[in-house]
């Protein structure tokens, strides 16, 4: 292989991990990337407050998540998937200490788009997604 090949090969897999995606294992695919606070009318583009990572390997899905913000008294943080062409959101469960571990079999977890954390009220009786405070929108194949 000439110089200039390996360059292009290496300069490709650095690409690769900077845009979020992770070599794909032999059973199964990473991801990472930041989570970032809300702007313009969407649960993310904003400052940097945390960071993600998911692992999809078969049917297990496992998420991890971190967020450097501090719930107020009376709240609590709680991870969301959402679905961009259906609008569903699924719980991943409350953050314990500004951290979400989440680990599921799923049938198709590509269908969701966005990780979202919000604010809700502790012992918040409302199914449905409070405040964002943090969110990523997930690479490709995300999305699908």
Known sequence: MTRMALLAVVFGAIGLVSAGVLAP???????Q???TAP???APFGGDVVGSY??????????IHAEVVLQAPDGYTFEGWLVDLQTGYKLSL????HGTLKFQERMV???TY????ITREPVGDLD????????????PSPFGQ
């Open 127 to 138: 199914p449905n997604p409070a405040t964002p405070v943090a969110g990523a929108l997930l």
């Open 53 to 62: 990572r998911i692992d999809v390997r078969g049917e297990r899905t496992m």
């Open 93 to 96: 469960g409350e953050l314990e």
């Open 39 to 41: 702007a313009n009318g």
């Open 113 to 116: 788009g966005i990780l979202v």
């Open 108 to 110: 198709n977890p590509w």
């Open 33 to 35: 990337g930041d989570l």
């Open 25 to 31: 294992a032999a059973t199964g695919r990473a991801f």
